[in-house]
């Protein structure tokens, strides 16, 4: 439970919209090879895949946050 707060935080700490993308980016692809990895069977720790995947969904509900922020500014 202590390390999904630490992620939420983590997540709100990149401020701009464009480094909230660029991380997502970096998840995505993280992801990719932490897949290809665990196909190959090389992968030590399959757990990565799950906290990943929890990670790309906590960048993307922030990046939607600061687009409505955007949005509402813009009002």
């Given at each position: 439970m202590a390390t999904a707060k630490k992620n939420v935080k983590e997540a709100q700490e990149v401020k701009t919209l464009e480094q909230l993308?660029?991380?997502?980016?970096?998840k995505q692809n993280d992801m990719i090879i932490a897949k290809r990895s665990h196909q190959a069977g090389d992968?030590?720790?399959?757990?990565?895949?799950?906290?990943?995947?929890?990670?790309?969904?906590?960048?993307?509900?922030?990046?939607?946050?600061?687009?409505?922020?955007?949005?509402?500014?813009s009002k």
């Open positions: 993308r660029s991380a997502l980016v970096e992968l030590v720790n399959p757990r990565v895949l799950t906290v990943t995947r929890k990670e790309i969904a906590r960048l993307h509900t922030a990046i939607r946050a600061a687009e409505l922020a955007e949005q509402k500014e």
